[in-house]
């Protein structure tokens, strides 16, 4: 053999063993890199008070899991590691999970930048405990609550409605309000303790209260920024006032409009040929809001589904996101994440203040939630304003939200 061949070979195999150390150093990171490991896990988030919010959740793959609030299940798919940390995305919302591992599980903090919010988090591995109790429920809290929050509390005062079911010492229901509700609540009776609490990759609200027969005592937990006391009576005759009365068009507009962009170069008004000779349903909205969330899935639907009539869907999204680039980029998100057709536009960003977006429509005498739905005839007159969405979470109330809906629009279609 030549030199010159045997100084070739001597390289080709310098470059396989290379490649050879090189392959073995990588497998050897993936395979030391931590991952989560398969299997239930009980969480908290810290909250104001020092008090401990629970949720669970159940890991399925290395990066995939699901959240559990009552009945609802959220499915995470955005699980990514990175040296010793693992990083959970919540689907739709721009919060996130960062965290390492320790010997019980993880432990890290819960983020959602826009607002400059941290929460301190940590999940314990092998564990599906929601709540721990020490004492049998002595109170039932089946049935209506009358409900004050804020009681007394200038410009903070308003009334909701809990709907509670109770199975042995687990509780699930939510409230109601005039403008949405609390969620898939979950919780237990200890005693005389009720606690309840639901995280959803948006919100995470904590409840506890003082119980008797036929009252209750307490506050309510908005992760670790808001507090406020709630009273509730049991009265199973009571609800809340109709929602279609609570926002209206001012005596001196002649009906509603908007003007706002889709894209940084494209506007849509409701004088486009899009929404001609077409029942337009409008959506005042935020990607940020669990309730909103929840209405806009059942609109995608029965979008989908009547999307060969006379019928268009727009949302008019009010976005804390900082800068008008991250907000289009939230928006996509959700339309992506949810498989939305039809078209969302950015009606402000920066803030969600109510107030500032009540300027942006004049034509209200205010926006009171996110969301609220604005209906419109094919001769652009305003036939309907509901006020807030009652969401599966309010079980019947949704189930006949659903059917006057349906009801209604197809009235106008057919007009």
């Known amino acids: 053999m030549s030199i010159q061949k045997q100084e070739t070979v001597g390289i080709v195999k310098k470059t396989i063993l290379l490649a050879v150390l090189v392959l073995f150093v990588i497998t050897c990171d993936t395979a030391n890199k931590p991952q989560l490991k398969l299997g239930k896990y009980s969480a908290t988030l810290v909250v104001k008070d020092n008090k401990q919010l629970p949720f669970t959740f159940e890991v399925t793959s290395s990066n995939t899991l699901k959240i559990f609030n009552a009945e609802e299940v959220i499915h995470v798919d955005e699980v990514t590691y990175k040296n010793d940390s693992v990083y959970i995305k919540m689907p739709v919302y721009e919060g996130y999970i960062a965290a390492r591992f320790d010997k019980q599980g993880i432990t890290g903090v819960f983020v959602k930048e826009s607002l400059n919010r941290t929460v301190i988090f940590n999940a314990k591995y092998n564990n599906d405990v929601r709540f721990e109790t020490k004492n049998k429920a002595q109170v039932n809290v089946t049935g209506n609550w009358e409900t004050m929050f804020s ?231 305003v036939r309907k304003i509901h006020t807030g969405f009652d969401g599966p979470a309010t079980g019947d109330k949704y189930i006949s939200f659903k059917k006057e809906f349906e009801t209604f629009i197809s009235k106008l279609l057919n007009e």
């Open 151 to 381: 009681k007394g509390i200038k410009n903070d005062e308003y009334i909701a409605k809990g709907i509670f079911k109770q199975k042995g010492q687990n509780v699930t229901g939510t409230f109601r309000t005039q403008t949405g509700d609390y969620r898939y609540l979950e919780g237990v009776v200890d005693g005389n303790e009720l606690k309840l609490s639901t995280f959803d990759g948006a919100h995470a609200f904590l409840f506890t209260a003082t119980l008797t027969d036929s009252t209750m005592n307490g506050f309510f937990y908005s992760g670790n920024h808001f507090k406020e006391p709630f009273t509730a009576t049991l009265n199973n005759d009571y609800d809340l006032p109709d929602s279609d009365n609570l926002t209206y068009i001012k005596a001196e507009y002649d009906g509603f409009n908007f003007s706002f962009p889709e894209s940084p170069n494209t506007i849509v008004s409701l004088n486009d040929t899009i929404f001609e000779n077409k029942v337009v349903v409008v959506q005042i909205m935020g990607t940020w809001c669990p309730n909103c969330l929840d209405e806009s899935k059942y609109y995608k639907t029965f979008y989908e589904n009547n999307k060969d009539k006379d019928l268009q869907f727009v949302g008019l999204a009010f976005e804390y996101a900082k800068t008008e680039e991250t907000a289009f980029k939230s928006i996509k998100r959700l339309k992506q994440r949810i498989g939305i057709n039809y078209p969302i536009l950015l009606a402000q960003y920066g803030t969600e203040n109510k107030t500032l977006a009540q300027k942006k429509l004049p034509m209200l005498n205010r926006v009171l939630s996110y969301p609220t739905t604005i209906i419109i005839d094919k001769k652009h007159n």
